[in-house]
């Protein structure tokens, strides 16, 4: 265990999680729209921000870069005014690369304001390649020069601006579609871009563009159409909800017990995840204002579940439940096909009693770039098995939240280590624990 009480979070338990909390907007949302204000000068507002230190980090790399930011927490508004933007230190930006790796998106409204952009070392969390090669190769597409011989990171130029360009990604990768995106916004003439990924929080921020003034069309083949304008304007929006969270508090009802509302969860951007916590017998309550979870009574049942892009069952979901599964009464089934490294976050359940092998095979049917290549990315959970508490170090962001989840199921008390991380995409965790009646200090 470390030794920064701080960072330690003490959890007594086996209570069931009660009552009401709030879910504000998506974390893989609100830092691609701060950055997308670089595009413009002039002020953007962004409303529905999540407390979280993400927020914060890209709040100080837009500053580092001459940007006046206002983060109002208590309302969640961040006010961005990029009229005035300017290249930041190299030494100040690196003090903060290890924090997150939104730095490599700052490359295209960087290049279009300024004629060049350094991106330090990136950050983020440790659950798998997540390579920025793509980023890079649609940079060059687009016209840029990529030096990445630089000593501290990697420069990037573009003599004689961006220009449209024909681009297709082998896979839908989220972040180099965002890349294309804001690059290509303010590109000379047209470019297309397949195989694209289309997430809830990707089309929020085409529509964040489109507000701004960028020309841009999606067909139902994963393929993006963008026009470029001359110039773009600020924009006020108001962000869609974490999905991602949302879903982690409906695992943490089913896994406790318990019964949580969830003010702010909408239906459609979880549709998938409902179909399956419906599958495990947990019950669900859609209604205006949130999404009442709950566990019904008697038995959970086990589940075969197969991680995809969306539409498919999003990687982020598969940790928090396979806590619940744990407690279902059968054999459950879980192949993730997006992160090679994710199965990580398991070996301190077993260790607090639940019985989970890990598997190189694909355990499913969908294609999956891991056959054959000596990766553990299928899991077998077989439950009902008791949870005993123990000390525990938090891995990454989702990994944590679901050891949180276990500690709080788990009969007598667990030490969960390195909370802070959890911070980066959980706004309040423990004054909502708090709210819900969990018995925490």
């Not at 994963?222 to 695992?251: M, N, P, Q």
Request: hydrophobic share 40%; charged share 20%; proline share 5%.
């Amino acid at each position: 265990m470390g030794e920064n009480e701080n960072d330690v979070l003490h959890v007594e338990g086996g209570k069931p999680l009660n009552g009401t909390i709030k879910v504000r907007g998506a974390k893989n949302f609100v830092s691609k729209a701060m950055v997308a204000a670089l595009l413009a000068p002039g002020k953007s507002v962004l409303k529905n921000v999540p407390e979280i230190r993400d927020v914060h980090v890209v709040s100080d790399l837009l500053r580092l870069h001459g940007v006046d930011v206002d983060v109002d927490g208590d309302h969640g508004v961040v006010t961005i005014d990029a009229t005035h933007v300017q290249l930041a230190d190299v030494a100040d930006v690196d003090t903060l690369s290890g924090s997150s790796r939104i730095p490599i998106l700052f490359s295209g409204p960087l290049v279009h304001r300024l004629g060049e952009a350094f991106i330090p070392a990136l950050g983020g969390c440790n659950i798998g390649g997540r390579p920025i090669d793509f980023h890079l190769e649609t940079l060059r597409k687009l016209g840029a020069n990529v030096d990445k011989e630089h000593k501290d990171g990697i420069h990037i130029t573009a003599p004689n601006g961006l220009k449209g360009a024909k681009i297709h990604l082998p896979y839908p990768s989220v972040g180099a579609t965002e890349q294309t995106l804001l690059a290509a916004v303010l590109a000379e003439g047209k470019t297309e871009l397949s195989g694209a990924a289309i997430e809830p929080e990707i089309m929020d921020l085409v529509a964040v563009l489109q507000k701004m003034g960028a020309i841009i069309s999606v067909d139902v083949d994963r393929t993006f159409r963008i026009e470029g304008v001359k110039e773009l304007k600020g924009y006020t929006h108001t962000s869609l909800t974490d999905r991602i969270e949302a879903a982690s508090w409906a695992s943490a009802a089913l896994a406790t017990r318990g019964d949580i509302f969830v003010k702010g969860a909408t239906q459609p951007e979880m549709m998938t995840f409902l179909n399956v916590f419906r599958k495990v017998g947990g019950e669900f309550d859609v209604t205006d204002k949130g999404i009442r979870f709950w566990h019904p009574g008697g038995d959970l049942k086990p589940v075969a579940i197969e991680t995809d892009v969306h539409p498919g069952f999003m990687t982020d979901w598969q940790q928090p439940l396979v806590v619940a599964l744990t407690q279902a009464n059968g054999l459950s089934i879980v192949h993730e096909t997006v992160y090679e490294n994710r199965f990580g976050f398991t070996k301190p359940l077993v260790q607090m009693g639940a019985t989970i092998q890990l598997y190189r095979e694909c355990l499913g049917s969908l294609p999956c770039r891991f056959q054959q290549r000596n990766y553990k990315h299928s899991a077998v959970i077989f439950g009902p098995t008791p949870l005993t508490g123990r000390d525990i170090d938090v891995p990454d962001l989702r990994g944590g939240f679901s050891h949180l989840i276990a500690a709080l199921a788990a009969k007598g008390p667990s030490n969960v280590q390195g909370i802070s991380l959890i911070d980066r995409g959980y706004a309040d965790f423990r004054g909502k624990l708090h709210q819900l009646g969990a018995d925490i200090d």
